[in-house]
């Protein structure tokens, strides 16, 4: 049985050594919660994975979220994730207030003057990464070239296009399995 | 009062976000530069930078960091920033861990339900736009340079984007990396002209 320390210090592991984001912290996770502690089997691990992923909010918080709960509910829930965020925003804040005064520096300031482009290219790359994943094709690219259009030339909100996407994709179903019948 | 205004703010970012941490940066960036205006594109830019160099998950990161830089832009001072920074990500996670504490066990039965993955095939393209708009939203003069203005500044920048693009498109660099070099690139060509 997982004790709530434990189960902290674990996810405290996890979040405070991983860089690079969330889905860098699936192996670590493997390895600490399924092969060390064996609070969870491969399957458990798996499934929970597919649900983190596919649920709304920030993957490595909704994996701490289902496995500290799958292994002691409520409080198990709370603590992993405390456990999994408490490094990294204490880091920020850290940064932030050191940043804050020292943004003005002319060597800081030249630094990020390079690395904006970067972030840029950085944010740009996933795009094409994440198509193939998504089963981008000739069909169903106008999709996200008009959700693009539409927020970049006119201003409308990301939520809203998730919103419309999400219907249209429940109704796309239900049309094409009601076709499917009648055949 | 901006707190009200970022815990309301972030609740509805943290709902929304479907499909990891780059469309969690488009919907931050919309909501903080474009929408609310708590900041330029140019901090949002570097906050970006930070997040993905330091640990833990890209989401809490730039909640963190936008929630205190939010806050100190509107005139309080650090301390109250280090509590716009815990309000932020704590109001990005408190949406979407009650929903999962909710329905954990509903959900674990019915994950292979085919209306919930249609939605979610739909969400993962339409995602690509969003992540593409908030690419294009921070290719600004403020990030880039201008032509006009300073050349050499642009011509750098332009330069920096295109190699890091293919670098990360096609040989999967580490972000960390890139981001270190760039840094360094940028230290060097503006430090000595």
């Known amino acids: ?183 | 009062m901006i707190f009200w205004k970022l815990f309301y703010t972030f609740c509805k970012i943290g709902i929304f976000n479907f499909g990891g941490g780059y469309a969690m940066i488009a919907l931050i960036q919309n909501e903080m530069v474009e929408k609310q205006a708590w900041m330029t594109t140019q901090e949002f830019t570097d906050i970006v930078a930070v997040s993905q160099m330091t640990p833990g998950p890209i989401g809490i990161n730039v909640a963190t960091y936008a929630g205190y830089t939010a806050v100190v832009n509107a005139g309080y001072d650090a301390w109250w920033g280090v509590l716009g920074a815990f309000l932020a990500s704590f109001s990005v996670i408190l949406l979407p861990f009650l929903f999962l504490l909710i329905l954990f066990r509903f959900l674990l039965k019915h994950k292979d339900n085919k209306d919930l993955n249609n939605i979610f095939s739909s969400l993962r393209i339409a995602i690509l736009g969003l992540i593409a708009a908030a690419a294009l939203l921070l290719a600004t003069p403020d990030n880039f340079g201008s032509f006009s203005e300073s050349p050499v500044r642009f011509g750098v920048s332009i330069a920096i984007f295109l190699i890091v693009f293919l670098l990360s498109l096609k040989k999967k660099a580490s972000p960390i990396l890139l981001i270190l070099l760039s840094g360094v690139v940028g230290g060097i060509v503006y430090g000595f002209c």
């Not at chain 1, 690079?20 to 798996?46: D, R, T, Y």
């Not at chain 1, 994440?130 to 008009?146: H, M, R, S, T």
């Open chain 1, 1 to 183: 049985m997982a004790g709530y320390l434990e189960l902290f210090w674990s996810f405290f592991k996890i979040g405070s050594f991983t860089l690079g984001g969330g889905f860098a912290m699936i192996p670590l996770m493997e390895k600490e919660l399924v092969q060390k502690k064996q609070w969870l089997s491969k399957e458990e691990f798996l499934d929970i994975l597919s649900l983190s992923q596919a649920m709304p909010g920030i993957f490595a918080v909704n994996m701490a979220t289902c496995i500290g709960y799958r292994l002691r509910k409520i409080t198990g829930a709370t603590v992993s994730v405390l456990g999994n965020i408490l490094m990294p925003i204490l880091t920020i804040i850290l940064l932030a207030m050191f940043f804050q005064y020292f943004r003005d520096n002319t060597i800081i300031s030249h630094i990020f003057m390079g690395i904006r482009p970067c972030v840029v290219a950085l944010i740009a790359a996933p795009v094409f990464t994440l198509a193939k994943n998504a089963g981008l094709c000739w069909q169903n690219c106008w999709i996200p070239l008009l959700s693009a259009a539409l927020i970049w030339l006119f201003g409308v909100s990301p939520i809203t296009i998730i919103l419309i996407a999400g219907v249209g994709g429940f109704l796309y179903g239900r049309i094409k399995d009601r076709k499917e019948a009648e055949i």
